[in-house]
């Protein structure tokens, strides 16, 4: 595993989770809303979350900016990351196609919502965030650049940490004692060993 490799793995993610969001976003658009809960800081920890694994890393992978924030490569970092970003595009897949029609890139409740409870959402109330939370760790390992490697996390740190209680507060709201149930036996992104 060399630098330019991990990084080429790092933009072939990048590419992977373009081709797998996009058509769905144009789906969901077509489906009519219930309820949303859309709100100004809902759309800014978006942008965190964007800025943070799309835009500082394409800066750092094109320009090599800021490279003050360098490290060494370590090629057994670059294997991992291989195998996190994997895991990410399946489980992203995976709980983008699980979610069909009930899924949004914002906080609502589409006409005709089901509360999912099986495949992936048997397990983890959030595998999507998880598979960003996984995303985030790759980047860190494909790429030897403190700021550019970290953006990730923090970016998902501000999404996840500042938009899943009013997810669930949403979901509660819209599918009550079933989805307090629901709640006690999954974890929000790791499943509860009980």
């Not at 789906?27 to 759309?43: P, W, Y």
């Not at 992978?61 to 090629?75: E, K, L």
């Not at 939370?133 to 790429?143: E, G, N, Y």
């Amino acid at each position: 595993m060399t630098p330019s490799l991990a990084e080429f793995i790092w933009a072939v993610g990048l590419v992977a989770w373009i081709i797998i969001r996009v058509p769905r976003q144009i789906r969901a658009r077509k489906t009519r809303v219930a309820s949303s809960a859309k709100t100004v800081g809902d759309r800014l920890a978006l942008v965190a979350a964007a800025a943070g694994l799309s835009l500082v890393p394409i800066i750092f992978v094109a320009t090599g900016f800021p490279a003050f924030a360098d490290y060494t490569f370590q090629p057994w970092l670059g294997w991992l990351g291989l195998l996190i970003e994997l895991a990410f595009l399946w489980l992203f897949y995976a709980s983008h196609r699980q979610l069909g029609k009930n899924w949004s890139v914002t906080l609502e409740i589409r006409k005709e919502h089901r509360l999912v409870t099986d495949g992936l959402y048997r397990y983890v109330r959030h595998p999507m965030y998880l598979s960003f939370w996984l995303w985030a760790v790759a980047q860190l390992c494909l790429l030897p650049n403190g700021i550019a490697g970290s953006a990730g996390l923090v970016g998902v740190a501000i999404l996840y940490f500042s938009r899943v209680r009013h997810e669930e507060a949403m979901m509660r709201d819209a599918f009550g004692a079933s989805y307090d149930e629901y709640a006690r036996h999954t974890g929000r992104i790791i499943p509860k060993p009980w």
